[in-house]
């Protein structure tokens, strides 16, 4: 579904990734661990065409997306929810969703997709109509997440969800994801929680100073203490 290969990026004269490789295949979710500074914020940007300066190739879904706007990812079934989460604190949670249509691969009916939210979110069915500012930082990561959702993206690429969330709503999140795949939605996760990340996905891929240091099914990293210990410390 995704194909990365050769992905640079830089940040003015500094090398932030060199050249990167990683698939992510359709159906899986895949996560892409290292520490702080590992380079896994500036992984899902380029992916996302959000570095300036970046080389190499991104294919989605068979397309060459890299050199392409951010939008032309939206309309192949692309989406990214990223660290800081970007919900409008000004507006109601309603609002906030409808914001997820915008950019959609099919402008569907705005009310079904509302539906299939609130179903989704049940404790974003009952605050539809709250100031998105008035909920927990919890919640808003759960509304940033939603809004994604809004668009049925086919790949979902997740900077640190669960950073700084009370352990229910992590839990909850968690069972989320499992959903979401079960239901055919790829992921790519970026995570620090290390080992939850481990039991959810499929294969992991481990990055240090910007480059892949390590790829293993999730299971086979999981019982890697070795691994974990050098590359995924926080
Ligand atoms: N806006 C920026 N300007 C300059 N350097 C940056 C910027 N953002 C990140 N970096 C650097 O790029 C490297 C990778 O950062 P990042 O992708 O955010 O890592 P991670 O998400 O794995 O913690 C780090 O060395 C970081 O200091
Ligand atoms: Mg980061």
């Given at each position: 579904m995704l194909e990365v290969e050769g992905l640079s990026a830089?940040?003015?004269?500094?090398?932030a990734l060199q050249s990167v490789a990683f698939g992510v295949a359709e159906g899986e979710i895949l996560c892409l661990l290292?520490?702080?500074?590992a380079g896994k914020t500036t992984t899902?940007?380029?992916?996302?065409?959000l570095m300036p300066r970046r080389a190499g190739?991104?294919?989605?879904?068979?397309?060459?997306?890299l050199q392409r706007p951010p939008e032309a990812r939206f309309h192949l079934g692309l989406a990214y929810v990223p660290e800081e989460r970007r919900i409008v604190p000004g507006l109601t949670v309603r609002e906030n969703l409808r914001l997820g249509l915008i950019a959609a691969r099919n402008r569907q009916d705005e009310a079904r997709a509302l539906d299939r939210i609130a179903e989704t979110f049940p404790r974003l069915r009952e605050r539809l109509d709250q100031q998105a500012s008035t909920m927990s930082g919890g919640e808003q990561q759960m509304l940033a997440i939603a809004r994604a959702l809004m668009a049925e993206p086919r790949l979902l690429m997740l900077d640190e969800p669960s950073e700084g969330i009370m352990p229910v709503l992590v839990d909850e999140m968690f069972d989320l994801f499992a959903r979401l795949r079960r239901d055919g939605t790829t992921l790519l996760l970026v995570e620090q929680n290390v080992e939850l990340a481990?039991?959810?996905?499929?294969?992991?891929?481990v990055l240090d100073q910007g480059e892949v240091v390590h790829r293993a099914a999730a299971a086979e990293?999981?019982?890697d203490a070795e691994v974990q210990a050098r590359y995924c410390a926080v």
């Open positions: 830089w940040y003015g004269a500094s090398h290292g520490r702080n500074g899902l940007k380029a992916i996302m065409g190739s991104v294919r989605f879904r068979g397309e060459e997306v481990l039991n959810l996905a499929d294969r992991a891929v990293l999981l019982a």
